[in-house]
């Protein structure tokens, strides 16, 4: 088992570029969470899904799309990134949390550096 | 106001010598408290759920309690290796929606 995977690993873009991250889980979950880290912020939820074809909005969404096509493929979409995110980004995903309490495996992250 | 409180932010520990970590919460409708290790530059990695007031739960030498308000993290002749940042996350609910709100972490340094 792979556990919970990200691509790439470092990115740096320009301010205006697009890029997407992946994430990928064979563990099954149903729900997947994207975050991100900043120091003294502790970590952030963008996007969240209960399910393949569902997204909704956490904490921090602006700036960011994601789609779930497929139950175990997670992607987070930066239209036009601007240095504000700048940051490191996690993806998790777990069995069930907003109905029940379950934990969240996390993937290694990525750094992305914006200029 | 923080709704999820880690202290201290930061601990430096002599080998073996024994201290906590605390999480305090502001929030009601306690659903669950999950205690994280992070690793320098790695995803959290899960340690412990806690679920309801007087729940403990022991791995090696890590021992997480819950009252209603907080959350401990016992470390126990702590080794080297025990250095990590340590992240406590509380799931809740209100007005019917669920949350899940991350602490900003207590980075523990035990040394030989």
């Known amino acids: 088992n792979a556990g919970v995977t990200q691509t790439p690993k470092f990115r740096v873009l320009k301010t205006g570029q697009s890029m997407t991250l992946l994430c990928a889980q064979d563990?099954?979950?149903?729900?997947m969470y994207w975050y991100r880290q900043d120091p003294g912020m502790g970590l952030r939820l963008i996007h969240y899904?209960?399910?393949?074809?569902?997204?909704a909005k956490g904490e921090v969404p602006d700036g960011y799309n994601v789609s779930r096509l497929k139950k175990q493929n997670f992607l987070l979409g930066l239209e036009s990134a601007a240095p504000s995110q700048t940051s490191v980004y996690f993806c998790a995903s777990s069995y069930r949390s907003f109905g029940g309490s379950y934990e969240q495996y996390f993937g290694p992250g990525t750094r992305l550096t914006v200029t | 106001e923080d709704q999820v409180t880690q202290s201290p932010e930061a601990l430096r520990l002599q080998e073996g010598e024994s201290s906590s970590l605390n999480c305090s919460y502001t929030v009601s409708g306690l659903r669950g408290l999950f205690w994280y290790r992070q690793d320098p530059g790695k995803g959290p990695e899960f340690l412990f759920t806690l679920y309801s007031a007087g729940e403990e739960k022991e791995k090696e030498r890590l021992k997480a309690t819950l009252t209603k308000k907080e959350s401990f993290l016992h470390i126990t002749a702590p080794k080297p290796e025990d250095s990590a940042t340590y992240l406590c996350?509380?799931?809740?609910?209100?007005?019917?929606?669920?949350?899940?709100?991350f602490g900003k972490g207590t980075k523990l340094s035990v040394i030989p």
């Open positions: 563990m099954n979950h149903e729900y």
């Open positions: 996350a509380v799931h809740w609910r209100e007005a019917g929606s669920y949350q899940l709100t």
């Open positions: 899904s209960v399910g393949e074809g569902t997204t």
